[in-house]
């Protein structure tokens, strides 16, 4: 095989740098082990891979880490792909990592065919056929739950189950940046709906605001896990930090 990666390559080297955590880009990683053995690269070639793509990362690059130097032309060519049209850029990638997890089983927490959960958000554009949505909700879920190591960015919950890749701007206002992890928050349940309500906002300096809706509830539970969040940060996460022009949207148009 030539050593020159191809663009398939790539795009399933994109998808495991959004679902793997930052610190887990090495050699003896299962799922880059057996990505690597169907893609025909060595462990070591597609770990070093995804560190090339983390120097091209701002969000690693500017909070003082770094990746491999090195990343080719073809590198840099389908990261600005990716940040220029994620929704496309995502959904392709996923659709290949897809069709290896099928031919193995081990790839299977990769896969799309992880169980999750269809919100009435996702079908908002009613040309997207439920197989495609569910693709493309699988990716960005794996890439916001990656991205603040599987916990809720108010709470720190780390049950999956009680977690939600929450839209910053929704799904329904910029179909361009539906799968951009960046336009994500890591959310529990409860705090995912407050946030889709408005009745919680993120601040573009990441602070957490309470609708004064909220305040006129009197509620034990509002008082313990609502009222006492107003004024205090999230938790920030690994890589694709929350764009704070989403976050001014949120709170400018959805925020009341």
Same mark, same amino acid.
């Given at each position: ?58 969000? !690693? &690059? *500017?909070?003082?880490?770094?990746? /491999?130097?090195? =990343? +080719? ?80 960015? !108010? &709470? *720190?919950?780390?049950?999956?189950? /009680?977690?939600? =890749? +929450? ?90």
């Amino acid at each position: 095989m030539s050593n020159n990666w191809t663009r398939e390559q790539l795009l399933i080297a994109i998808n495991l740098y959004c679902q793997l955590p930052f610190g887990k880009f090495h050699q003896g990683n299962p799922l880059i082990i057996a990505t690597a053995a169907k893609i025909g690269r060595t462990p070591s070639a597609l770990a070093m891979k995804l560190s090339n793509l983390a120097s091209l990362d701002p969000d !690693i &690059t *500017g909070s003082g880490r770094k990746g /491999l130097a090195g =990343a +080719s032309q073809l590198d840099r060519a389908i990261w600005a792909e990716f940040s220029a049209n994620p929704d496309q850029v995502g959904y392709d990638s996923q659709v290949l990592v897809d069709q290896l997890a099928q031919q193995e089983a081990s790839l299977t927490p990769l896969s799309s065919d992880e169980a999750t959960t269809i919100t009435a958000d996702y079908y908002a554009d009613n040309t997207l056929s439920q197989t495609k949505v569910r693709v493309k909700q699988a990716f960005f879920r794996k890439a916001v739950l990656s991205s603040y190591q599987g916990r809720c960015c !108010i &709470t *720190g919950l780390a049950e999956p189950k /009680l977690l939600v =890749a +929450s839209h910053i701007v929704p799904w329904r206002e910029n179909a361009q940046q539906r799968l951009n992890p960046a336009n994500g928050l890591c959310l529990s349940v409860l705090h995912d709906k407050a946030y889709d309500q408005g009745l919680l906002t993120v601040t573009p300096d990441f602070l957490i605001r309470v609708s004064p809706r909220l305040f006129a509830d009197q509620s034990d539970l509002a008082k313990d896990y609502l009222w006492q969040l107003d004024g205090k940060p999230i938790t920030l996460p690994q890589k694709f930090m929350p764009n704070p022009k989403f976050l001014a949207y949120h709170a400018d148009h959805i925020f009341n």
